[in-house]
Nanobody, 125 residues
């Protein structure tokens, strides 16, 4: 199983980026998928997640209203649209898959078993 994250880069504050995470090796169409991030010198934290069952989404308070998570099951891919980016959004962003079948995606990183390699997002002020 591999998760390939892409779409990171350097952007000015107020700008937008769209991250993608493509899964290969198996289909995760029934699993919740999430995005996490680790800023320099900080612990990894939850950003957003989406379930397949019910299509529910959850967001960290810090990104609500600015970030949108979505998925394309036909492509086995999850996306994170990031708008109105702030310097504090600078981090390595990781996608992950929760192997359990849940209708409400979890914010707990320890519930996610499969992880991508991360993509760096840098927001300049």
């Amino acid at each position: 199983v591999q998760l390939q994250a892409s779409g990171g880069g350097l952007v000015q504050a107020g700008g937008s980026l769209r991250l993608s995470c493509a899964a290969s090796g198996r289909t995760f169409s029934r699993n919740a998928m999430g995005w996490f991030r680790r800023a320099p010198g900080k612990e990894r934290e939850f950003v957003a997640a989406i379930s397949m069952i019910g299509g529910r989404t959850r967001y960290a308070d810090s990104v609500k209203g600015r970030f949108t998570i979505s998925r394309d099951n036909a492509k086995n891919t999850v996306y994170l649209q990031m708008n109105s980016l702030k310097p504090e959004d600078t981090a390595v962003y990781y996608c992950a898959v929760d192997p359990s079948l849940v209708s409400v995606p979890t914010m707990n990183q320890y519930d996610y078993a499969y992880w991508g390699q991360g993509t760096l997002v840098t927001v300049s002020s």
